[in-house]
């Protein structure tokens, strides 16, 4: 499970990835480097939130200054906005930079 | 691999990197063999299409070489979808316990992971056939396993098989 105090002490995190929603673009199995103390986010970001105590990886399609829409790369394998709808900027932890 | 990718790999092993989950690993419990049947489906319609051609293009002119490779190609694809789909749901959904209660499952996987490798291989069309027969078993023993009821429906497209669908 994910302990959100002992995540943001550093600006950058390296995370493993499980599961396929983000492919061809990050693969399952495979390693990425998240900016954790980045305060812009934009369109077509790659992020790591925090989704029911769980840090899942997706993109940004849309965010106002509350809210964001996520959706996977691999639309036909993602549970993402299309079924949970928006989520809180809030539960956004860092940007990846790095796949 | 980059270097960098190869650095941010290493630290991350070293470390027991935190997990991010790009779904299904949530567990969301969202779990279908519906996609497995289409594969096979797909299967079996990319052999007629692949024989067809064979028959259609005698000289195999550039059309024929240009279909012939998105038909193999797609092909290839559903047939590792029919594997990936089964694989999902015998790995992630299939309790011991209720593998228990199936004992021809373990046997059913496999031969379907048997024969989707195949239907890689080779354009046998009854191999395709068997695919689609023990997906179809495959989905039946799914469904039943959540206490739903299946009927046997003929595809409304080509090859016009029959698949197993959930009565909901």
Redesign the interface.
């Known amino acids: 499970m994910?302990n959100y105090y002992s995540?943001k002490q550093f600006p950058f995190?390296?995370?493993?990835?499980?599961?396929?929603?983000?492919?061809p673009t990050?693969k399952?199995g495979?390693?990425?480097?998240i900016n954790q103390w980045i305060k812009k986010y934009k369109t077509g970001d790659i992020v790591?939130c925090n989704?029911?105590n769980?840090?899942?990886?997706?993109r940004i399609v849309q965010l106002n200054d509350s809210m964001i829409q996520i959706h996977?790369d691999?639309l036909s394998?993602?549970?993402?906005s299309r079924t949970f709808g928006e989520i809180s900027r809030s539960s956004l932890i860092g940007k990846v930079i790095?796949? | 691999m980059k270097i960098s990718q190869k650095i941010i790999t290493t630290i991350g092993k070293l470390t027991h990197a935190h997990t991010a989950y790009a779904h299904c690993d949530l567990p969301c419990g969202i779990y279908d063999p519906h996609r497995a049947l289409i594969g096979a489906l797909t299967v079996i319609r990319m052999d007629d299409i692949i024989a067809e051609l064979i028959t259609s293009h005698p000289t195999q002119d550039p059309e024929f070489s240009h279909t012939m490779a998105r038909a193999v190609s797609i092909k290839e694809e559903h047939a590792e979808i029919v594997k990936h789909e089964v694989r999902v749901i015998w790995g992630d959904y299939f309790k011991s316990e209720m593998a228990a209660k199936y004992p021809e499952l373990t046997e059913l996987v496999h031969s379907i992971f048997t024969l989707g490798s195949k239907a890689k291989q080779t354009i046998d069309r009854q191999n395709a056939l068997d695919l689609l027969a023990k997906a179809n078993r495959f989905a039946e023993i799914f469904w039943e396993s959540k206490g739903i009821t299946t009927k046997r429906v003929k595809a409304p497209y080509k090859p016009e098989e029959e698949i197993v669908l959930p009565v909901l």
């Open positions: 994910y995540m995190k390296i995370l493993r990835v499980a599961g396929h929603s983000m492919e990050i399952a495979s390693y990425i480097l790591a989704f029911e769980y840090i899942i990886l997706k996977g691999n394998d993602s549970l993402d790095r796949l």
